[in-house]
């Protein structure tokens, strides 16, 4: 049994929204409503809560309510999870998490500083009982039973900078804060007009995204060889925090992305019998 979490005392963070390009002052408070509220201040405090059937993938996972959204809830989501916080109201003046630098590491570092507090009520684990695999064109991700919290992530780029690249987590909280917490966002230089045509990343600079023209990294150096790849497990963790429970179970991913993460969780909420609530056991990361 694991309980609930919170903070113990408030958080304040602001900085700019990498598609939106929006300045964006964002106050996490403790709370012990059990759920974790996204409150849109410069909307009259519309609230919109972490659903994974009111979510909408382009290039970032956004929460949709209505005529409410907001944008570019993986980094976040994914430093919650990890952290086990899964009870938090979070009050923002605009419509988009900020970027930061690009990682989830400032974000971590801030959320920790407080210390975290744990509730009465439990936590309701997912345990994986029978594999599957997902797929969308040459993409692909699956899940099987596993002792403990795993992801797996394949890329494939034709790019000299990136190449194929594979990473292996066995989730813990010191491993996700030296590994996979710092792994910056990328973009391709010859994709930034098209995104900005779409609306798209408005808010995206040097300092804020590794990105690559067709033969290297032009803002360089690089936290790690293989960034990239631990970027995706970043990525793929805040989009499977979307339902709201901790896994065990291990999630294998080949060149996917939010749409394919978000529709395995639609896949595991349509099908009961792959999936059971687990009472007795937890992943380790939630040792911490
Ligand atoms: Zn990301």
Known sequence: MVEKRTIQREVFLSGVGIHSGQRVSLTLRPSACGRIVFR???LGGREIEVDPLKVESKNSSSLISEDCAVQTVEHLLAVLHILGIDSIEIDLDGGEIPVMDGSALPLA???LEPGLSRLPSQKKVVKILREHTLRE????????PDQDFRLTYSIEFPHPAIGSQEFSFAATRQGFLAEIAPARTFGFLKDVLELWKRGLAKGGTLENAVILDDEKVINGPLRFPD???RHKILDLIGDLALWGHP????????????????????FLLRNPDFWAFEESEAPSFLDA
């Open 40 to 42: 849109r201040l410069d």
């Open 109 to 111: 570092h801030a959320i």
């Open 137 to 144: 064109g040459q993409a692909s991700l699956s899940f099987s």
């Open 227 to 229: 960034e990239f790849v």
């Open 247 to 266: 896994f065990l179970g291990h999630f294998k991913a080949y060149r996917a992305g939010h749409s394919l993460h978000l529709k395995t969780i639609h």
